[in-house]
């Protein structure tokens, strides 16, 4: 008996695994000594089993089941741009009738519809995949709604009991042909019911839509297109297979986003982001909201794609809290149906609007966001590619030869056999009165079928035809009409073959399709209109410019603002030391290295300037105090502590024990007080009680927290105070705090 090799996955083989392989060695070597062979290299157990490592086996298993997830549930296919769910989708709104001159029906109808024959998966899945294709922010609609479908600054969509749907004109126009058999049929994921392959879309919805998704190990992430111009590219590239990226993006400038906004077309070295894309298929362009000025503040007028504005609000709001933008008194929501997209920002008088929102746009609020795009989809092999948008528009050409060689060759077969069935019953109609006499004195129908077929020279196939017909149909008065749709039948099947023989008059139809698909799109004031602006402007790094700076400022200094930005406004650097204290209490000196001896565009103080919590100028003579929540102050001398160059990270400040952690900083002289607040108490201690110390110290308690008090939570440093409208008078460091959080406090 020849051995049949087996394999074994393990992952390393424990003493009970390797008694194991034994058991089976043995097993194997006493068979093949029974049957009187030797067991040598070959048919010897140990030769026989393969070691497969378990990291090995999963990631085999891995592999698979992340290309069947790849390719039949998370990635889109390049021929109709529609994952599965969308497409099912689709196809049932096809199979309902749900056509655009019909009615409505609730969206829990379709999406119950869609699960029950075509997609086993959850209902909230499928009903929010015909949410996004219902949306007024869709570049082309595929499905239209009736009711809440959520709104670009932040309503979500109604549930679906309360809403509803069917196909919009370009939704249906991607599912028509299916009825003359256009696409290719599969069984579904149960097995029970057909679905088409992909729908045989007449506009390439891939790059029209765009769309994104993640899978195991994958994604893809793809810009909206304006329609028109998609169409008139694919137009070109039909007559014209060797059009260049310049040519392209001549007809195709870049993105068009119906929510609007304005593309960053080029990188910091100048490169053409789009044509990159174009070509690759990969590009991070960066995409930025459109913004007016009108007295002196910013509209915001376009968001970037998928930004809502009540996010960009609440992070607005939260930077002026914060203190990262001075120049901005306030933001306003005046979003509406009617409007659209509109939020006001404050800005402060003296300070320029336009520096404003190029702050704005480097702070993260969501004013500017990057758009990494991947064109790394299912190509018409559904093999998973990064393709560049010519291979893209390609596969969407071959798609359309495609179907219109499966509608024709469909036709001809159509014709073909209705040709046949009128041929038998021309040869019928030659003698009405003995295919009477037949039918009338047969038995049954099969030996009136069978006498059919010997007296009139016809097949099985138009015997039964004839005799299914009523008499009525059985004139003469037939023979004339018959004789015109046999020939009408013949021509049509003559013109058929043709198209389907010559690649020639292929092209033509497709050219006369597409362009009836541009005269469609431009006829649709949402459709035709370019909502996106593309600039030329390069990607550049962030420079702070208006946050702390007046529209009109003298020349000739440097100055730093409390966000750590080095320009010709703040506090005058050369009247002492520049300081900036980091969010986890280190600390950075500023010796001035490194500056010319005129300000410019604005420099940050540090590389890691966005974790700067506060930064100014220490006057000679004065001192730097950092405080924790526990109540401790660090005292430093800047003049004791040497400074850095412009591209110093920064040294050790203030050290923290336990939950104790770094609130703030101030210069304040000897001369000076301290006013501390907690959360139920306060205290004011001079300056000069402060003992200096070191740097990268925990520094000395200030404000012992009696119980009650939880943490520090301000403070200020001036001459004297009034607390609760009363001269507070300085008491010693150990001393006790007041009881109760003053209602009102200021400076003297």
Same mark, same amino acid.
């Given at each position: 008996?020849?051995?049949?090799?087996?394999?074994?996955?393990? %992952?390393?083989?424990?003493?009970?695994?390797? +008694?194991?392989?034994?058991?089976?060695?043995?097993?194997?070597?006493?068979?093949?000594?029974?049957q009187g062979k030797k067991a040598t290299k070959g048919n010897f157990i140990d030769e026989a089993v393969k070691v497969i490592s378990a990291k090995d086996q999963m990631m085999q298993n891995f592999l698979e089941y992340s290309g069947e997830v790849v390719s039949n549930r998370s990635f889109a296919s390049c021929l109709d741009g529609l994952l599965p769910v969308q497409r099912r989708l689709l196809y049932q709104g096809f199979l309902d009738n749900l056509r655009p001159d019909r009615s409505f029906v609730k969206s829990s109808k379709l999406t119950a519809d869609t699960m029950a024959e075509l997609h086993p998966h959850g209902d909230a899945a499928i009903y929010q995949a015909s949410v996004n294709m219902a949306r007024l922010w869709s570049r082309v609609r595929l499905i239209e709604g009736s009711g809440n479908f959520g709104l670009t600054y932040g309503d979500d969509a109604a549930a679906m009991r309360y809403t509803y749907e069917r196909l919009s004109v370009y939704g249906w126009s991607m599912v028509e042909d299916l009825v003359h058999g256009a696409v290719p049929m599969i069984t579904s994921e149960d097995h029970d019911t057909v679905e088409p392959k992909f729908l045989p879309t007449r506009f390439p919805n891939l790059i029209v839509n765009g769309g994104d998704g993640i899978s195991v190990g994958y994604t893809y992430k793809i810009p909206q297109h304006n329609p028109v111009e998609v169409m008139q590219l694919v137009e070109a590239m039909i007559k014209d297979p060797s059009l260049s990226t310049e040519e392209m993006m001549e007809i195709m400038p870049g993105p068009d986003w119906k929510t609007g906004g304005i593309v960053l077309s080029k990188d910091s070295h100048g490169n053409d982001l789009i044509k990159k894309y174009y070509e690759t298929g990969e590009a991070n362009i960066k995409l930025r909201a459109k913004a007016e000025f009108?007295?002196?503040?910013?509209?915001?007028?376009?968001?970037?794609?998928?930004?809502?504005?009540?996010?960009?609000?609440?992070?607005?709001? =939260?930077?002026?809290?914060?203190?990262?933008?001075?120049?901005?008194?306030?933001?306003?929501?005046?979003?509406?149906?009617?409007?659209?997209?509109?939020?006001?920002? @404050?800005?402060?008088?003296?300070?320029?609007?336009?520096?404003?929102?190029?702050?704005?746009?480097?702070?993260?609020?969501?004013?500017?966001?990057?758009?990494?795009?991947?064109?790394?989809v299912l190509n018409h092999d559904k093999v998973l590619s990064m393709m560049s948008m010519k291979d893209v528009i390609n596969d969407f050409i071959y798609s359309r030869y495609e179907v219109l060689k499966n509608i024709t060759a469909q036709a001809i077969d159509k014709d073909e056999k209705s040709k046949h069935l009128l041929e038998g019953m021309s040869k019928i109609l030659l003698d009405i009165d003995k295919a009477v006499s037949i039918i009338r004195n047969s038995d049954n129908s099969a030996k009136a079928k069978k006498s059919l077929m010997d007296n009139f020279d016809i097949d099985e196939v138009q015997a039964d035809y004839v005799l299914s017909l009523t008499l009525r149909r059985l004139t003469?008065?037939?023979?004339?009409?018959?004789?015109?749709?046999?020939?009408?039948?013949?021509?049509?099947?003559?013109? %058929?073959?043709?198209?389907?023989?010559?690649?020639?008059?292929?092209? %033509?139809?497709?050219?006369? +399709?597409? +362009?009836?698909?541009?005269?469609?799109?431009?006829?649709?004031?949402?459709?035709?209109?370019?909502?996106?602006?593309?600039?030329?402007?390069?990607?550049?790094?962030? =420079?702070?410019?208006?946050?702390?700076?007046?529209?009109?400022?003298?020349?000739?200094?440097?100055?730093?603002?409390?966000?750590?930005?080095?320009? %010709?406004? @703040?506090?005058?650097?050369?009247?002492?030391?520049?300081?900036?204290?980091?969010?986890?209490?280190?600390?950075?000196?500023?010796?001035?290295?490194?500056?010319?001896?005129?300000?410019?565009?604005?420099?940050?103080?540090?590389?890691?300037?966005?974790?700067?919590?506060?930064? &100014? !100028?220490?006057?000679?003579?004065?001192?730097?105090?950092?405080?924790?929540?526990?109540?401790?102050?660090?005292?430093?001398?800047?003049?004791?502590?040497?400074?850095?160059?412009?591209? &110093?990270?920064?040294?050790?400040?203030?050290?923290?024990?336990?939950?104790?952690?770094?609130?703030?900083?101030?210069?304040?002289?000897?001369?000076?007080?301290?006013?501390?607040?907690?959360?139920?108490?306060? =205290?004011?201690?001079?300056?000069?009680?402060?003992?200096?110390?070191?740097?990268?110290?925990?520094?000395?308690?200030?404000?012992?927290?009696?119980? @009650?008090?939880?943490?520090?939570?301000?403070?200020?440093?001036?001459?004297?105070?009034?607390?609760?409208?009363?001269?507070?008078?300085?008491?010693?460091?150990?001393? !006790?705090?007041?009881?109760?959080?003053?209602?009102?406090?200021?400076?003297?």
């Open positions: 008996m020849e051995f049949q090799r087996r394999t074994t996955m393990t %992952n390393n083989l424990t003493e009970w695994n390797q +008694q194991s392989v034994d058991l089976v060695s043995n097993l194997v070597k006493s068979r093949i000594s029974a009108e007295n002196g503040d910013i509209i915001i007028t376009e968001m970037p794609y998928g930004v809502s504005a009540t996010s960009v609000i609440d992070k607005i709001h =939260k930077s002026i809290t914060d203190g990262k933008i001075s120049s901005c008194k306030g933001v306003k929501e005046l979003s509406s149906k009617k409007l659209g997209t509109k939020i006001e920002i @404050g800005v402060k008088r003296g300070f320029s609007p336009q520096d404003t929102l190029e702050d704005l746009y480097g702070l993260g609020v969501g004013l500017e966001i990057s758009f990494p795009i991947k064109m790394n003469k008065q037939d023979e004339v009409e018959l004789e015109k749709k046999i020939k009408k039948l013949a021509k049509t099947i003559k013109e %058929n073959k043709a198209i389907l023989g010559s690649k020639v008059k292929q092209k %033509n139809i497709i050219i006369k +399709q597409t +362009q009836d698909m541009i005269d469609i799109f431009s006829k649709d004031e949402w459709t035709s209109t370019r909502f996106t602006t593309i600039s030329g402007k390069k990607i550049e790094k962030k =420079k702070r410019t208006s946050s702390s700076s007046a529209a009109s400022l003298p020349d000739g200094h440097w100055g730093i603002d409390s966000s750590g930005f080095l320009s %010709n406004t @703040g506090a005058d650097i050369s009247q002492g030391t520049a300081f900036a204290v980091f969010k986890d209490g280190s600390l950075k000196l500023f010796n001035g290295k490194g500056l010319p001896k005129k300000s410019s565009d604005p420099v940050p103080f540090a590389p890691n300037v966005d974790e700067i919590t506060y930064a &100014g !100028v220490v006057g000679k003579g004065s001192y730097l105090l950092m405080l924790s929540s526990s109540g401790k102050v660090l005292k430093l001398d800047p003049s004791k502590i040497n400074g850095q160059g412009i591209a &110093g990270q920064g040294v050790a400040g203030m050290k923290f024990k336990d939950d104790d952690f770094f609130i703030g900083a101030t210069p304040a002289s000897d001369e000076d007080s301290l006013l501390t607040i907690s959360d139920d108490g306060w =205290k004011v201690v001079e300056v000069s009680d402060i003992p200096v110390k070191g740097k990268g110290g925990f520094g000395v308690m200030v404000h012992p927290l009696r119980k @009650g008090e939880k943490q520090v939570v301000e403070f200020s440093a001036g001459k004297s105070f009034l607390v609760d409208s009363k001269k507070a008078q300085p008491t010693p460091r150990p001393k !006790v705090t007041h009881k109760g959080k003053p209602s009102s406090w200021k400076s003297e």
